[in-house]
């Protein structure tokens, strides 16, 4: 689904809080927060994730999670914090040893995702330790809706 100008303004927002939940094919959950979840086009969104991750290994045994994006204002309190709830399915988890790719994914900028992301040969091993084992893992985005829902929409 193709995201709406209020989703997109929540996700390029630095200060955001990105809470990532996951579950296996047993039910057992996971929740874990993330400082970036860009959007890589309209409706995609993509993490960066460690190999020793709960969440990781819970994506591969079941591809549905839910993100919940914080956007605390200042001097908020109670449900003036703004954000939305992401619904996701994970369609592409990778492993990834492009430098670039996964550093501007840990940063959060805005990129457009490309698939050819493996590393040249030619890159000297000490960068290639510093994300060895990070996967790509892209969502699409099947549903958003607001934190709180009183028929605003998002």
Request: net charge positive; aromatic share 8%.
């Amino acid at each position: 689904m193709a995201v709406s100008e209020k989703i997109k303004e929540l996700l390029s927002n630095k200060n955001r809080i990105n809470m990532l939940s996951t579950s296996n094919k047993e039910g057992k959950t996971d929740v874990a927060i993330f400082g970036s979840a860009p959007l890589t086009d309209n409706q995609t969104v993509s993490f960066v994730l460690k190999s020793s991750s709960r969440s990781l290994t819970y994506l591969k045994e079941n591809p549905y999670a839910s993100c919940l994006i914080l956007l605390p204002e200042e001097d908020g309190k109670g449900f003036k914090i703004k954000g939305c709830r992401l619904y996701l399915k994970a369609d592409f988890i990778e492993l990834s040893r492009n430098l670039v790719f996964l550093n501007e994914r840990t940063e959060g900028d805005n990129v457009i995702w490309k698939k050819s992301f493996n590393i040249e040969r030619d890159r000297q091993e000490e960068e290639r330790k510093t994300f060895k084992d990070c996967y790509l893992v892209r969502f699409n985005i099947i549903e958003t809706r607001p934190i709180v829902d009183m028929g605003q929409g998002i």
